[in-house]
């Protein structure tokens, strides 16, 4: 069983609507992050979050919008996205912000913008 | 750009063979090294990391790191069906003027076990 839980596993979304992307962990880890792996691909890091704020953002469209409520969530709020941002987004989380921490991902979500 | 670079396979071997995943990366002051399996349609699962030059063994998995060579290797040994999935290395480098670090995907070697 994974530590980094998402919810929900799976999404199908229209293009006007709004639908988040919820991810929890309580293993006290103070890194959190999202990733966005298209099929065949690997992952792709989207934003960081560390001791609950925003690190970095790899220059992602703003109608993807992350928050970080507190250590142990993290939230990635949709709107108004495209047919090609369908993919699997994972969460991951690592024990904090550097070069030596093993990432744990989470199981993912699978989302389908129709 | 920082990179990293593996064969995607397929590599295919015999069960009870020894599997060998090979990988290469572009940014000479990384500092840890990942190797993470994931199945079809799962998520990926950390199996090992390595952080210095040598050798390092776990079960039936054997991670080697050489820096000189910016190479990092993964052995699968007395292979089962069961490690058929995709393998990423990653590395986790340093970021430009700090001291956090992304980890960076290679696009992963499809290994396929046959009975």
């Known amino acids: 069983d994974t530590e980094v839980t998402q919810t929900p596993k799976h999404l199908v979304m229209g293009m006007t609507n709004k639908k988040s992307l919820k991810c929890e962990q309580h293993?006290?880890?103070?890194?959190m992050y999202w990733y966005k792996q298209k099929a065949k691909k690997p992952p792709e890091l989207m934003f960081v979050?560390?001791?609950?704020?925003?690190?970095i953002n790899e220059s992602v469209p703003s109608r993807f919008s992350p928050e970080c409520p507190n250590s142990s969530l993290l939230n990635l709020h949709l709107h108004a996205l495209q047919p090609e941002d369908s993919a699997l987004y994972l969460c991951?989380?690592?024990?904090?912000?550097?070069?030596?921490?093993?990432?744990?991902f989470g199981s993912g979500t699978r989302l389908t913008v129709v | 750009q920082k990179e990293v670079e593996q064969n995607s396979g397929p590599l295919s071997v015999p069960e009870g063979a020894i599997a060998s995943l090979n990988c290469t990366y572009s940014?000479?002051?990384?500092?840890?090294f990942f190797w993470y399996r994931q199945y079809s349609g799962k998520s990926p699962e950390l199996i090992m990391s390595?952080?210095?030059?040598g050798d390092k063994e776990d079960g039936r998995f054997t991670a080697q790191l050489n820096k000189a060579s910016q190479y990092v290797s993964l052995l699968i040994r007395d292979s089962q069906p069961s490690d058929s999935a995709t393998y990423l290395c990653?590395?986790?480098?340093?970021?430009?003027?700090?001291?956090?670090?992304?980890?960076?995907f290679g696009k992963g070697t499809k290994l396929s076990v046959k009975p």
């Open positions: 293993m006290g880890h103070r890194a």
């Open positions: 940014d000479r002051v990384s500092q840890s």
């Open positions: 990653a590395v986790n480098t340093r970021a430009q003027g700090g001291s956090q670090g992304n980890l960076i």
């Open positions: 390595i952080y210095s030059n």
């Open positions: 991951a989380s690592s024990q904090d912000l550097g070069t030596g921490y093993k990432c744990t």
């Open positions: 979050y560390s001791y609950e704020k925003l690190s």
